[in-house]
């Protein structure tokens, strides 16, 4: 197949574009016009196509004699500050589904646990208004949706900031956690994500669906930082700190400290318990999928920065 993979220079699809060439399909990457380098993994035979997600005539001319698209494009993780969430996860989707021809067989699009048009958080309703869109394209071509909690991996969103904040955080300090960490997580394993990607765009009895995935365990964010702790031997009492209070100093330490690892859609996934049932990778998509506690020395190897 040759398949059209938005975000490609992102954390998932940088991963995702060796492992699509490896199975055999043909790959076309869409880049935004930047004077910038695209940071694609290097090396790797794609073709390339330069367009911004709202140039309808460039998304046509980027889909042409495409027979699916891996939709990872989001503006999410610059935070409120890059004041790109609604233009490029919820305009952007809607204009791609717009340029989306009928020769196209399939759209995956990458959600998250809890989305919903009308949820109270920004991210998660960004990307319900997302699903949504292509939901309403679904008569020219099926979609299927995919939503997980956070994916794990060296270079991720989740373990990583929260790996900065430890070591950052002063030895014996007490270490302030929204809620005293109570909300559960459904961590994902990036390659296991990647494998069960492959198997959803090859296979057609998958197409035209919603999957909510994750790994083997429910956590809570307590429970995680704990890992952490012992992973990185930074031990610090935890305490529990208000949600609003969180996010009153979540906002003004993103828009004044530019170091700060977290910002205030980064709450959003911890707004909620937002599980799946961990049995849907092994049984429908024949994957096992590992531990986060088991990865943890894959994606932060002790001797490296965070
Ligand atoms: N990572 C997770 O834990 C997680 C969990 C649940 C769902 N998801 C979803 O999975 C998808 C991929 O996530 P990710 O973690 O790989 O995101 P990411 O690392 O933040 O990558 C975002 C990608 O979107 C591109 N992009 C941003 N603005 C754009 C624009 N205006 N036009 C075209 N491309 C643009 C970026 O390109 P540049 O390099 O040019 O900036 C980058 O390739 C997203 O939809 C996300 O919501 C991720």
């Not at 196209?104 to 699009?109: A, D, E, G, L």
């Not at 960490?181 to 394993?189: Q, R």
């Amino acid at each position: 197949m040759r398949i059209l993979v938005t975000g490609a220079t992102g954390f998932i699809g940088r991963r995702l574009i060796p492992a699509l060439l490896d199975a055999g399909h043909r790959v076309r990457v869409l880049l935004r016009p930047d004077v910038r380098n695209p940071c694609l993994p290097p090396g790797q035979p794609v073709e390339v196509a330069l367009s911004r997600l709202d140039d309808r005539s460039g998304l046509q001319a980027a889909l042409a004699h495409v027979d699916a698209v891996v939709h990872l494009a989001t503006g999410e993780h610059r935070g409120p500050r890059g004041r790109a969430l609604y233009p490029v996860d919820v305009a952007g989707t809607r204009h791609l589904a717009a340029a989306a021809h009928r020769g196209v067989r399939v759209v995956v699009y990458l959600s998250h646990l809890g989305a919903s048009p009308t949820a109270a958080y920004p991210v998660l309703r960004a990307k319900g208004l997302a699903e949504q869109a292509l939901r309403q394209a679904a008569t020219h071509f099926p979609t299927t949706i995919v939503r997980v909690g956070p994916v794990v991996g060296p270079g991720d969103h989740f373990v990583r900031p929260l790996a900065r904040w430890v070591r950052t955080w002063p030895a014996g300090w007490p270490l302030p956690l929204p809620g005293g960490g109570s909300t559960l997580v459904h961590p994902l394993w990036l390659e296991d994500l990647v494998a069960a990607l492959l198997v959803l765009l090859e296979e057609p009895a998958f197409w035209g669906r919603v999957y909510e995935l994750g790994g083997p365990e429910h956590l809570t964010l307590h429970e995680v930082v704990q890992a952490l702790q012992a992973h990185l031997r930074r031990p610090h009492p935890l305490v529990a700190m208000p949600p609003l209070l969180a996010r009153w100093a979540t906002f003004w330490l993103h828009n004044l400290w530019p170091g700060f690892p977290f910002h205030p859609y980064w709450l959003d996934y911890l707004a909620t318990h937002r599980t799946a049932d961990p049995d849907t990778l092994p049984r429908e998509f024949g994957i096992l999928p590992e531990r986060l506690t088991a990865l943890l020395p894959l994606i932060l190897p002790r001797e490296a920065p965070a």
